[in-house]
């Protein structure tokens, strides 16, 4: 039987580099990326200051992580990492892309969601969360079983929260606030 080739991955680092919390981030993947995928090859980049992109056809999986700037903003670093989300899709399909807090914003705001402020102020830690029927699928979750969403950002930059889909995604957690307009 033939070798899988090694799992590629590539974390897109969307915060300031440089200091001890992007160290931390840093190593916070390497470090779960040692444990599910130990032969992977993972390699990080940084879009924010370097305006560094990884080649989405050398991966076989992209991460955004989570991030200081507003998902909602029209800020260059923003901006880039969004024009990159749809030149992957389009350019690399078979990549898989994943996004954590504000990578997740990003994603979806990238694919035509949008991003709106949390109505209670900043949010950040533990959360319970009601996952809909597909969610409980994916995860594996019977129904009426709790589920916890770690989100691990400063509350001073976790302020939005993903309230419209683009079209032809599903949620798989019910809204919060869902009647929110």
Known sequence: MAAHAPLRIAVLINTPPGNEFWNDVRGSYR?????????????MYDPVFEGS???????DLIV?????ADASSSEPCVLG??????????????????????????????FGGEVR??????????????LTEAG???????????AYVRCLMAALWLFALLMILPKGYRSFMYERWPNLE
């Open 31 to 43: 470090d779960a990326f040692d444990v599910i995928a130990p032969n992977a090859q993972v390699d």
């Open 53 to 59: 992109f990884p080649n989405p056809q050398n991966y």
């Open 64 to 68: 955004l992580s989570g991030g200081k």
């Open 81 to 110: 990492v969004l024009d990159f989300l749809r030149r992957t899709a389009r350019e690399s399909p078979k990549t898989k892309i994943l996004g954590i807090c504000w990578g997740h914003q990003a994603i979806l705001r990238a």
């Open 117 to 130: 402020a949390v109505p209670t102020g900043p949010i950040a830690g533990l959360e319970d969360v009601n």
């Open 136 to 146: 409980m699928k994916l995860f594996s979750t019977r129904s009426g079983v709790k």
